[in-house]
Antibody, heavy 121, light 110 residues
Framework: QVQLVESGGGVVQPGGSLRLSCAAS????????MSWVRQAPGKGLEWVAV????????NYADSVKGRFTISRDKSKNTLYLQMHSLRAEDTAVYYC??????????????WGQGTLVAVSS | QSALTQPRSVSGSPGQSVTISCTGS?????????VSWYQQHPGKTPQLMIY???KRPSGVPDRFSGSKSGNTASLTISGLQAEDEAQYYC??????????FGGGTKLTVL
């Protein structure tokens, strides 16, 4: 069965960096565009970034562009999110999400349990 | 990248129908057939309820249906049940590998 297991969250000071990982299993990881979606405490869902199935294209929400980098390692079936210059407003649970269809950017049918990033001094 | 517009809350009695709207623009909802809806209970991860505007994943009750007219998508839940009480989010493709969510709607079953 599909599993997405995030790790790497924690408490970090403003301006700091953190790298999140998402270990994927139960599906052919290399055939799927993968995204990160975040949810600030008590707030709604916000799409953060996507990387295409072949790693050739990335895109980001305006709120994180230039500070976050999404990447993937197909040999490890792992998705990453490198976060720099963290701000208080980046505090959220970060979800790794998989779309229903291969080579599709939308329709997220599996969500990891999430990893909490707290930016605080 | 402005969030899609959803009502903050809707409510209905058991057995009734409710509709949640999701308004965007020609750059997202109106421009693509990729609107999805997610249900999130407190403390749980979101669950896909509707995709590609009108399609239901297996396991989702047929009480849930989706539609779109112009720049506004809608989720209709008929025969409301207590377990439908949750937060609902719409989501749309916005071109060039961009995805946008709505602000969320809290459904209360009276």
């Amino acid at each position: 069965q599909v599993q997405l297991v995030e790790s790497g969250g924690g408490v970090v000071q403003p301006g700091g960096s953190l790298r999140l990982s998402c270990a994927a299993s139960g599906f052919f990881f290399s055939n799927y565009d993968m995204s990160w979606v975040r949810q600030a405490p008590g707030k709604g869902l916000e799409w953060v970034a996507v990387i295409t199935y072949d790693g050739t294209t990335e895109n980001y929400a305006d709120s994180v562009k230039g500070r976050f980098t999404i990447s993937r390692d197909k040999s490890k079936n792992t998705l990453y999110l490198q976060m720099h210059s963290l701000r208080a407003e980046d505090t959220a649970v970060y979800y790794c999400v998989k779309p229903r269809a291969e080579m599709s950017t939308v329709n997220f049918d599996f969500w990891g349990q999430g990893t909490l990033v707290a930016v605080s001094s | 990248q402005s969030a899609l517009t959803q009502p903050r809350s809707v409510s209905g009695s058991p057995g009734q129908s409710v509709t949640i709207s999701c308004t965007g623009s020609t750059s997202d909802v109106g421009g693509y057939g990729y609107v999805s809806w997610y249900q999130q209970h407190p403390g749980k991860t979101p669950q896909l309820m509707i995709y590609d505007v009108t399609k239901r994943p297996s396991g989702v009750p047929d009480r849930f249906s989706g539609s779109k007219s112009g720049n506004t998508a809608s989720l209709t839940i008929s025969g409301l049940q207590a377990e439908d009480e949750a937060q609902y989010y719409c989501c749309s493709y916005a071109g060039s590998y961009t995805v946008i969510f709505g602000g969320g709607t809290k459904l209360t079953v009276l």
